[in-house]
């Protein structure tokens, strides 16, 4: 699905492509190649989201630029437009899966190789014409299930390339091929054949040897591999998706004084709408009537509630959090904000570096080897006199050898073992992609909101008046604010409830616009609120109240005045609260070479007071606040224009498009939907200590996958020689794919005794 729109500045214009038929970083290279030879051409392709960003120039066009994808063996789409605004409520037909087929092409082959590779391992299944039910379950395998490599080796042949699929595809033909003439013209064929348990090495016409498990053997593992893979990458728009549900369905428009229940997408730029208390607001507007507290913590980080009245602008998704509020929508559909914060997270994704697979790397020198070393055994054996049929035979026992079947398993069984540790441990890997990265970051940008702090405002002190008791003080402050419904109220109601125990009732209860709360509480006449409002009843703060305001407010609290009785009575302070394992946290984290900087929206006095609580340096470079979501998308930007390699940690809808910029992406699972589809690793118990175990984790499963793929390489081209002297007999070639394969596994399943660092064992689900 392709959902960005086409956009011009000057004369360049800029087009995305949904680009299809691509099944490795090479493929991806090679279209980029392809696009960037054109006149005014500047493309970047994108792997992971199977998207090309193409910048062109008036002189080219679309239909050039699909054609010039085509050439390359592939296929490109243009950008869909969008729905029209009112049809269907702006509801997407559901997306065809598209792993279904090669799920489908991956159980088929696994049902049909597992019996295959069992016949051939082990001699006492070899029952008289085993060989020949081998065959019948191998063909459907190479076939049919290794089809999409087939395609592939293919296209890479017209366009005179060589990647991993070109080996599989000439690997498995080759194998098989081989064992079809065995079975029809040579001996293999022969009722009561048996392949015996022996490594001896000699020379022979391969007239008798089959290699049917190999062929299908290859295929399963490189489907698993895939499956997965493709698995992990439609999870690439996700974030977008999970976006666009966060704005409100539907909406109560006002015309002529009634209001109308309408879709979102039929709201008009102009039109009057009314939100009450605990709504979504629908788009972005200005207040016409009514005074609220508007928690945009989602959008904007600000942990504190944003107090509205008329006049004041609103942006749409963010919730009304007190009385009924009339707005004018001055922002609709895509040029709202949310709409805005999905393109940033979209562009983020397209403009991340392309992640060269490990595989794909090593096959770019080793598949051109092998096929040359192939055909040069093929022409040493001719030309040396000893027979087509030798020749034939150490020919394809170099391509049979060489066709790396532990490679599928490599990535796959690290990355199962590696992510099933990981759910133990409150951590979510996303993808082989997300691996790299963990080895090469060395600045970790932490949002405050919710990953440093809880993102919940809490009762953190209270200062009673001389002659006042602190009982006394939070029973009538508690009793009077449980009566509203604005954040800050709710944070004082539940810091007295848990301190005195039951709340009394409170009577005539009054909200005053903009400044407080009244009521009579036990009999008293008590006011809380802003200092404004008890100085318009003459109640004046005493010195040491005053004092205590100041420094809460200098402490980045927010300080609420409490009087009753005609005189000033205490001062109360709520706060976002730092998360008890957050130092603790930031410690591990410089322990694994990081450089911690804190990104908020609060304001800078509040993000000095968390900086110096947690153990962040305070400074230009390592506290950074009052940023808005496309700062903080700049910020992890201008670090990596410093060469920096950034982690983000983030929890909130503010936070997604830097998660998708940055190197490496985590989120806090406790946080919203879009920030975890961002990412590429999810802190499920949403505790920060978990990042550290969660890089170091990544960090292991990496090297344990490089470590199965040199292994799985190393295997077979220590064979290579035998096959290329003619020496390669069909239990050899068995035992080395077996060895290489048990290895990898066993590798992989040391990942189960990775451990959290100490003091960590908490954050775990279970251990």
Known sequence: MTTTTTSSTGTDQQVELAITGMTCASCANRIERKLNKLDGVTATVNYATEKARVSFADTVTREQLVAAVEQAGYTAALPTPPADAGSGGGEEPAEADPTASLKQRLIVSTLLTVPVIAMAMIPALQFDAWQWLSLTMAAPVVLWGALPFHRAAWTNARHGAATMDTLISVGSLAAFTWSVYALFLGTAGEIGMRHPFELTIQRSDGAGNIYLEAASGITMFILAGRYFEARAKRRSGAALRALLELGAKEVAVLRDGVETRIPVDALAVGDLFVVRPGEKLATDGEIVEGTSAVDASMLTGESVPVEVRPGDTVVGATVNAGGRLVVRATRVGADTQLAQMARLVEDAQNGKAQVQRLADRISGIFVPVVLAL??????????????????????????????????????????????????????????????????????????????????????????????????????????????????????????????????????????????????????????????????????????????????????????????????????????????????????????????????????????????????????????????????????VKRLQAQGKVVAMVGDGVNDAAALAQADLGLAMGTGTDVAIEASDLTLVRGDLRAAADAIRLARRTLKVIKGNLFWAFAYNLAALPLAAAGLLNPMIAGAAMAFSSVFVVSNSLRLRGFRPLAGNTGVAARS
Do not use: Y
């Not at 410089?590 to 450089?595: E, H, I, S, V």
């Open 374 to 635: 192939a055909v040069a055994t093929l022409g040493f054996w001719v030309g040396t006199g000893n027979g087509i049929g030798a020749a034939f035979t150490a020919a394809v026992a170099v391509l049979i050898i060489a066709c790396p079947c532990a490679l599928g398993l490599a990535t796959p069984t690290a990355l199962m073992v590696g992510t099933g540790r990981g759910a133990q441990l409150g951590i979510l890997l996303k993808g082989p992609e997300v691996l790299e990265s963990t080895q090469r970051i060395d600045t970790v940008v932490l949002d405050k909101t919710g990953t440093v702090t809880t993102g919940q405002m809490s009762l953190v002190d209270v200062v009673p008046a001389d002659g006042v008791e602190v009982e006394q003080l939070l029973r009538l402050a508690g009793a009077l604010e449980a009566g509203s419904e604005h954040p800050i109220a709710r944070a004082i109601a539940a810091g007295a409830a848990e301190r005195v125990g039951s709340l009394p009732v409170v009577e005539e209860f009054t909200n005053l616009e903009g400044l407080g709360v009244q009521g009579q509480v036990d009999g008293h006449a008590v006011l809380i609120g802003r200092v404004r409002l008890l100085e318009q009843w003459s109640q004046q703060l005493p010195a040491a109240l005053d004092t205590a305001l100041s420094d809460a407010q200098a402490a980045g609290r927010t300080a609420i005045a409490v009087g009753w009785d005609g005189q000033a009575r205490g001062v109360l302070s709520v706060a976002d609260t730092v998360r008890p394992t957050s130092a603790e946290a930031i410690s591990q984290l410089r322990a694994l070479g990081l450089t911690p900087v804190l990104l908020t929206g609060d304001n800078a006095t509040v993000a000095a007071a968390v900086a110096r609580e947690v153990g962040i340096d305070e400074g230009s470079d390592t506290v950074i606040a009052e940023v808005l979501p496309q700062d903080k998308v700049e910020v």
